[in-house]
């Protein structure tokens, strides 16, 4: 299949914000103070707990002369022995002859673990009343009260029943307070929680192996030449200050994830060898409102008294929303906290020589007071890096890692469009362990292939496929990829596999050129060929359909469908807009909220034209094969023998030439495979 895997989000980087945790300090307290409370309670009422016993034992204790006094209320009666009762007695040696005393109602709560021994006990009255009773007792000299047998002072009893409350109660008053003071008097250690420290790291430049320069970050070169003049201020401010200009007092990095945003923050630092504080926003706001505020404040003082410093603020947009867009139950803390980082940042003059950066990938949510002049008025986009980019990326994270003579960097770049910093970083690692695991020297460009196939599909999956399944797929693949070789404008195929990973049953890569931002007609006709050329095949070869295509046949369709409703690539429906923009990607269909901009009519006329779009492409597909067929036969059978073929081995096995130079395209070819 040769679909392409259009998710904008790189595997592995989901944009999630976390959700942020309660130190466990917290909850070490919180026990504690349950923990006092029940010593508290245990003073009061010292070693009196009363034991539960069943109403032949209480009976038992009165004739023996053994009860001093009771108190009755509905069915349960309490009462004090003279002499302490352990029950249930420790182990009686089973009698001969005596049987147990007959249980008369199971008795609620008995202790069934280990005996008690206690001087007031509880027990229950049979349902069938004891006539003789109350006449027993006083017999035998048992005193029938009218108070409680436990009931100690009112003070006593008050502190009993809501001493737990008030003493909880009384802790989180005590602990808001002090978080929500700490701003004021930070100094102290920052608290007793650390609720209201701001718990920033702290990355000193002083420890020259963990500095980041400017040397560790590639391949995006335009945010880096922006931000030298940010380190050429923290160097020297005087000089930028000295005609009464201010610095910049904040820098907006806005990308998508893992494209080296808090690796930037970090450079800055450490190009101009001042200390970083970094932070995330979402760690400011903890369940306590005011918090996040106090830290703000903690964290702002940290870094006045290291001035010049650098701040950093990681998902701002996890406080930064516009306000009223939060959800409701979040709103103050995180107004309360944005507000504090918006009066920070007015607060210094601009002379101290500290400087806040703050990532976000989502810049557009962000409330507009932050992006103000004099708070983050400058922003920097950190593109996905373009091959070259890609390239130079891969050789910092290579550094450490012994490669083999046959690594091609250059065409592992081609290989990985849409790959951000962190993902080319990911890569590199799987690769080296790989290697390691296949007892290598040194890492070979079969292992990054390997890692790379890992990586963006998942894991090897072992399927026991019969082998008429296995030269299906093998058709399948062959289908797109033969395609991809004979269709003018097509990326070219570098490898095919019919080893099931993850979704798919299958894959063919295909690897553009160059990256690419804009896309002729004839390119995407090329891939919808391409993606169609799966089915295709099977429908030449077999004659019979089977569920394999249905990805390819949904990528298709949306192509097609944004060619008519975006791209104005339809001439029955001109230039018109009839969805929105989707993601900047390929394949990625918008989708307007609510109702349609537009009639039935042309409802029904967009159907028409993707339909036709389809089915050319699909004749086309059909043709082409029919044309091929001894190629596509050729590489079936190099894929049944070898399960995974590369470049030259396609282009032996199809006895094919090389694709034309020519198209390329912005991600990752590959299809998976849903049955
Ligand atoms: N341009 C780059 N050059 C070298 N390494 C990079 C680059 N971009 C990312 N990396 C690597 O990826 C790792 C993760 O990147 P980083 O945390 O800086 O991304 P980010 O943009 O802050 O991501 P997020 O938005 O998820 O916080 C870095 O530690 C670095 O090793
Ligand atoms: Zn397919």
Not at 143 to 148: L, Q, S, T
Request: net charge neutral; glycine share 10%; with cysteine.
């Amino acid at each position: 299949m040769n679909g392409q895997n259009t998710s904008t989000n790189p595997p592995g980087k989901p944009n999630v914000q976390r959700t942020p945790m309660p130190p466990r300090r917290f909850w070490l307290l919180f026990a504690a103070v349950l923990l006092v409370n029940w010593v508290i309670s245990s003073y009061l009422f010292p070693g009196d707990a009363p034991v539960t016993v069943p109403y032949t034992e209480f009976r038992e204790q009165a004739g023996a002369g053994n009860v001093s006094s009771i108190y009755s209320r509905g069915n349960t009666i309490e009462g004090r022995f003279k002499n302490a009762v352990t029950w249930p007695p420790a182990k009686p040696a089973a009698q001969p002859g005596q049987p147990e005393a007959p249980r008369v109602r199971p008795i609620p709560g008995e202790p069934r673990g280990p005996s008690r021994t206690a001087t007031t006990f509880t027990t229950e009255l049979p349902t069938f009343f004891d006539k003789d009773l109350e006449r027993f007792l006083i017999d035998h000299g048992v005193e029938i009260g009218a108070v409680p047998i436990n009931q100690g002072s009112l003070l006593a009893t008050l502190l009993y029943g809501f001493g737990p409350a008030i003493l909880i109660i009384g802790f989180y008053v005590w602990m808001y307070r002090r978080a929500a003071k700490q701003g004021g008097m930070g100094g102290m250690g920052g608290g007793v929680f650390g609720l209201g420290r701001s718990k920033a790291k702290r990355y000193d430049n002083a420890d020259a192996a963990n500095r980041v320069t400017f040397e560790d970050v590639a391949g995006i070169d335009e945010a880096e030449t922006e931000l030298v003049e940010i380190v050429e201020f923290l160097k020297n401010p005087q000089k930028y200050t000295r005609l009464g200009g201010t610095s910049p007092k904040g820098v907006l990095l806005i990308g998508s994830p893992g494209t080296g945003k808090t690796l930037l923050a970090k450079a800055v630092a450490g190009e101009a060898g001042v200390p970083f504080f970094s932070m995330s926003a979402a760690e400011f706001v903890e369940m306590i409102v005011g918090v996040g505020a106090a830290r703000v404040r903690d964290l702002f003082k940290q870094a006045r008294e290291n001035a010049p410093a650098i701040i950093f603020i990681d998902e701002i947009d996890a406080i930064g929303r516009a306000r009223g867009q939060v959800a409701i139950g979040g709103a103050s803390e995180q107004e309360q906290t944005l507000q504090q980082i918006l009066t920070e940042m007015d607060g210094f003059s601009g002379r101290e020589g500290i400087i806040v950066l703050a990532a976000t990938n989502t810049p557009d949510v962000l409330d507009r007071a932050l992006l103000r002049p004099g708070r983050f008025d400058r922003r920097v986009v950190v593109n996905l890096p373009d091959k070259a980019g890609r390239e130079a990326i891969l050789k910092v994270h290579v550094r450490k890692v012994p490669l083999a003579a046959d690594v091609h960097l250059e065409e592992l770049a081609q290989s990985t469009p849409g790959f951000s910093g962190a993902d080319l970083k990911n890569l590199v690692n799987e690769a080296a362990l790989l290697a390691a695991r296949r007892d290598e020297t040194e890492v070979h460009h079969k292992d990054f292939l390997d890692a790379l196939e890992k990586i963006v599909l998942g894991p090897e999956r072992p399927l026991l496929l019969s082998p008429d399944d296995k030269e299906r797929i093998a058709y399948h693949e062959s289908g797109h990829a033969i395609l991809g070789l004979v269709v003018p404008g097509a990326d070219p195929v570098h490898r095919v596999s019919i080893v099931p990973r993850g979704q798919a049953l299958g894959v063919t890569y295909q690897r553009p050129q160059t990256d690419r931002y804009n896309y002729p007609e004839a390119y995407l006709r090329a891939r919808i060929i391409g993606m169609l050329g799966g089915r295709a095949a099977e429908e030449v070869v077999y004659g019979t359909k089977t569920t394999g295509a249905e990805n390819d046949i949904e990528q298709a369709t949306n192509l097609a469908r944004n060619m008519v409703t975006r791209w104005g690539m339809s001439e029955a429906i001109g230039m018109v807009q009839l969805a929105p923009r989707g993601n900047a990607y390929l394949g990625q269909a918008g989708a307007f909220g609510g109702e349609k901009p537009f009639s039935d009519e042309t409802a029904k006329l967009i159907d028409d034209e993707v339909q036709r779009i389809i089915q050319e492409c699909h004749q086309q597909a059909l043709r082409l094969l029919r044309e091929h067929r001894a190629a596509l036969d050729g590489l079936v059978r190099a894929l049944l023998e070898k399960e995974t073929v590369g470049e030259q081995e396609i282009l032996q096995a199809t006895g094919l030439p090389p694709a034309p130079e020519l198209q390329s395209r912005p991600l990752h070819d590959l299809t998976q495979h849903t049955p």
